[in-house]
């Protein structure tokens, strides 16, 4: 697997720390750390240090300053991941930091992303940080969003809804693999069928009550062949599994879930069955990295098509 570390001198880059320690993640790994030099363009192209004049010394001088700065962060990211017994190849760059991080993962290219949830310049009161959101949103790769500080994986939920991206996070998972003392809560959210009877109103009641009856069987049945077979896998790959299934708006109840659970970790698609094609991030991922209190592993499958589409610039 080809990761990539994201850090700035942030809190949170000693968090991406301990979460990748508590995953285990295993040496066949490559490991780039990246850190990015923030340079904001400013209008007419103009950056800070542009604005300087034409002091070509002091420029240099500034530059240096920073580069020095980047590859000190770097290096104590590589020493300490060194001891996990991860090779790790170090990576500067300038510019937009959400933008760099993309175009990184791009070029390697990466099967996942770790991005701590603010860094240095996020305001405390935005639940997520500005570099994490853009790269949940337009990473090509799986991203983990490290929000709490955790020495050990013992629960992860993941919510499965049958799509082809969350039939991935199944595989990803497996892949990784987590420690195998982790506990898996396999969980899906069926229709709350009262918004299922407005849809369905033909003005016969009984008509409605015996379509209603059937949506709610078939859902059932849906439901409980998606359980099977995931937790078949994750049994076979020596997992303790526990099975979920509730009713309601599904963000909030995986949210809800999460909360009353303590789960160390949510792992979700990027998208769902009711994902439009055209969007990057499915309305349910969004509002999961958004405000869940644990960290969020949002997955995608490889090479897809929806992916080709660039972030806008800074």
Do not use: W
């Not at 990576?91 to 791009?106: F, H, L, N, Q, T």
């Not at 396999?186 to 009550?209: I, N, P, S």
């Not at 077979?229 to 879930?257: H, N, W």
């Not at 979700?268 to 960290?295: D, E, T, W």
């Amino acid at each position: 697997m080809k990761i990539v570390i994201a850090a700035d001198n942030s809190t949170y880059s000693e968090v991406i720390l301990d979460l990748v320690k508590a995953l285990k993640i295993g040496g066949k790994s490559d490991v780039t750390a990246l850190t990015v030099i923030p340079e904001h363009v400013f209008l007419g192209g103009h950056t800070f240090i542009d604005l300087l004049g034409h002091s070509s010394i002091l420029k240099a001088q500034i530059r240096k300053a920073e580069e020095d700065k980047a590859l000190d962060l770097l290096a104590k990211l590589a020493k300490s991941l060194g001891t996990l017994g991860l090779k790790v190849e170090t990576m500067v760059r300038r510019g937009s930091p959400a933008d760099e991080i993309v175009k990184a993962c791009r070029s390697i290219p990466a099967d996942l992303v770790l991005v701590g949830l603010k860094g240095t310049s996020d305001a405390s009161e935005f639940p997520l940080g500005s570099v994490a959101h853009k790269v949940i949103k337009y990473a090509p790769c799986s991203v983990l969003v490290a929000k709490k500080e955790r020495k050990t994986i013992n629960r992860v939920l993941v919510p499965l809804d049958g799509s082809k991206h969350s039939d991935e996070v199944v595989q990803f998972l497996l892949r990784m693999p987590l420690p195998r003392h982790t506990e898996i809560l396999l969980m899906t959210v069926v229709q709350a069928f009262a918004a299922a009877f407005v849809k369905a109103y033909t003005f016969d009641l009984e008509f409605d009550q015996r379509i209603i009856a059937d949506l709610q069987k078939a859902e059932e049945e849906a439901a409980k062949r998606l359980m099977t077979e995931a937790e078949r896998q994750f049994r076979q790959g020596g997992y303790k599994v526990s099975v979920i299934v509730t009713r309601g708006i599904p963000s909030q109840e995986i949210l809800r879930e999460a909360a009353r659970r303590d789960v160390d970790l949510i792992a979700l698609g990027a998208k769902g069955l009711s994902g439009v094609r055209s969007f990057l991030l499915g309305s349910v991922s969004q509002r999961i990295a958004r405000y869940a209190r644990s960290s969020v592993l949002i997955v995608r499958p490889p090479l897809s098509i929806a992916y080709q589409d660039s972030p806008p610039t800074s």
